[in-house]
């Protein structure tokens, strides 16, 4: 795991992961962990905003794969979906990526998303394709 974490390190996690405040915790293939603040991820409710969950979500799918493709392959996402099931109004969301399948060219993911308290509040499965090598 150092190794994957040292990888993240290097390359960071993007300009929309460092706005959102976007930690990643854990980092191999099979499994992802990260967290993101509730503040500053809000919509004017006050909530956080649902898109903020997709975004976490993308981002360790797309981590996950580009870890389990290798460093010199490409990856895009193909799919997500996210069916919100509570609302988080402050502290922080975890988010834990679990591969479904890691192919030579799709990698699927359930990611579950809890608040502070352990509560579900988001579940999605986001799919990636793993392209040619860069040039």
């Known amino acids: 795991m150092d190794d994957f974490l040292e990888i993240l390190n290097k390359r960071g996690s993007g300009a929309l992961g460092e706005k959102m405040g976007i930690e990643i915790l854990e980092a191999s293939p099979e499994r992802l962990v990260a967290r993101m603040p509730v503040e500053g991820n809000t919509q004017p409710m ?43 109004t402050s502290g922080f969301v975890t988010a834990t990526a679990t591969a479904i399948s890691l192919g030579k060219t799709i990698c699927c993911y359930e990611v579950v998303i809890v608040n502070d308290a352990g509560e579900k509040t988001c579940t999605s499965r986001i799919t990636c394709l793993i392209l040619a090598q860069r040039n």
């Open 46 to 88: 006050g909530l956080l905003h649902g898109g903020a969950n997709v975004v976490l979500a993308e981002s360790l799918g797309s981590i996950g794969t580009q870890l389990h493709a290798g460093v010199d392959r490409r990856i895009v996402g193909l799919d997500i979906n996210a069916t919100h099931h509570k609302s988080a």
